[in-house]
């Protein structure tokens, strides 16, 4: 039995970036003979055990045969005769098909060291094209390491999948799973371009690539171009931190440009109505989390509101957050304000512009969250009031609460 470990702990390591997991491949060993190790199985689609001690990942060298379509039509065969090679020849790319066995020797039958050190993103055989999972993870791979070009004969083979209909058969849980993964990358703009240059982001997300080419006014957007702008969103995004949330939230914020006629160009009244809808309706297809999908809702539909909060009185700013549901869910319209800075900021040039609505809508909801709503409530009903009545007497009280506010800010 010989150990091997494999993937991105050899790839991390010889890019000198940090390395928290191994993944180990074991040749010549059955399920059998890791049990009597004292290894614990954990594999369902194929055998994978826990070591004893270090509870590190072992997975028996593997080969697989396509059988059927889309990422689950494989036939897995793991036996002692499969080599080194077998296994690392099924892989996805040369960089991830670096071995290392014990004594720290490297074996690279695919050339893996030459494109790490090319910067080069190159699929390890024809095998990538039995797998569309691959395509996604092409393209986050390109989102973390963004320095990297894609090979062309890289980007022929996705284009020939996509052609073939492969992306067709992705499940949902595993389109979101590698979307959100490359949402969280350092450059998640990659992400958008190697599926559009690959054509799978038509399939896949054809709402976000029919922004590609529809034009914005180029006072607001210096980059004009709405897929431009949604890279830089994201891009900003990143820098600043964020959270999936916000990240998802940011994807989806200008949904509904894609839908403006053409006769209406540059300018999109109306759009964030469409983008509220058009949001949901990919979170629903992509089965996207709750809290992913409220906040892309929200954001999608009170993004050019919150940018112009700070022309606002203390009434609209108070409905604005109570569209929000700011009261309910303080955390989210917090979360709400950093993707509508994020997207003021994702502008050609403007990265380091002021977004003074955030701070004024944070000003102005403290003061009217700090309202003691209780004993309005109860000043209200001593005086013979029910109901909405009551409710009424709350949202004047927060607006007056705002007004003070806004005064003492201004003196």
């Not at 499969?82 to 040369?94: M, Y």
């Not at 080069?120 to 024809?126: D, F, K, T």
């Not at 403006?260 to 990919?282: C, M, N, Q, Y």
Request: net charge negative; proline share 6%.
């Amino acid at each position: 039995m010989q150990r091997y470990i494999v993937g991105g702990a050899v790839r991390d390591a010889l890019l000198g970036r940090p390395v928290n997991d191994h993944d180990w491949v074991v040749v010549g060993a059955t399920p059998e003979a890791m049990v009597d190790a004292g290894y614990t199985p954990v594999g369902k689609d194929f055998p994978v055990f826990l070591h004893p001690e270090t509870h590190e990942e072992h997975a028996l060298a593997r080969t697989e045969r396509k059988s059927g379509r889309g990422y689950k039509g494989f036939v897995v065969h793991a036996a002692p005769d499969v080599t080194l090679e077998d296994d690392l020849r099924r892989r996805d790319l040369t960089i991830n098909a670096i071995a290392q066995d014990e004594s720290g020797a490297l074996v690279d039958p695919h050339g893996g060291q030459r494109d790490l050190q090319q910067r080069v993103l190159r699929h390890v055989s024809e095998a990538f094209a039995e797998d569309p999972v691959r395509i996604l993870r092409l393209a986050r791979f390109a989102a973390r390491f963004h320095d990297f070009t894609v090979a062309p004969e890289t980007l022929a083979l996705v284009r020939h999948m996509v052609d073939a209909g492969e992306v067709d058969h992705l499940v949902a849980e595993r389109v979101w799973q590698e979307l959100a993964t490359g949402l969280m990358e350092p450059r998640p703009s990659r992400m958008l371009q190697v599926l559009r240059e690959g054509g799978a982001l038509a399939r896949l997300l054809p709402e976000v690539d029919r922004l590609y080419g529809v034009p914005q006014p180029e006072a607001h957007h210096p980059e004009v171009d709405t897929g431009h702008h949604l890279e830089l969103v994201l891009d900003q995004a990143a820098a600043m931190g964020a959270p999936l949330p916000v990240r998802y939230a940011c994807l989806c914020h200008d949904l509904g440009k894609g839908t403006t006629r053409p006769d209406e160009w540059p300018r999109h009244i109306g759009h964030e109505g469409r983008s509220e809808r058009l949001a949901r309706a990919v979170s629903e297809r992509l089965k996207a989390p709750n809290d992913c999908a409220e906040l892309a809702a929200v954001v999608a539909r009170e993004h050019t509101n919150i940018h112009r909060a700070t022309e606002f009185g203390a009434a609209a700013l108070l409905r604005l957050m109570e569209r929000c549901d700011a009261f309910r869910r303080p955390d989210r319209f917090e979360q709400t304000l950093w993707a509508c800075e994020i997207d003021a900021r994702g502008r050609l040039g403007l990265a380091g512009r002021d977004y003074p609505s955030r701070p004024r809508l944070q000003a102005a909801f403290a003061a009217a969250r700090g309202v003691a709503t209780a004993e309005v409530a109860a000043a209200a009903l001593a005086r013979g009031a029910r109901g909405e009545a009551i409710a009424r007497a709350i949202h004047a009280a927060r607006a007056e609460a705002i007004e003070r506010e806004a005064l003492q800010a201004g003196s």
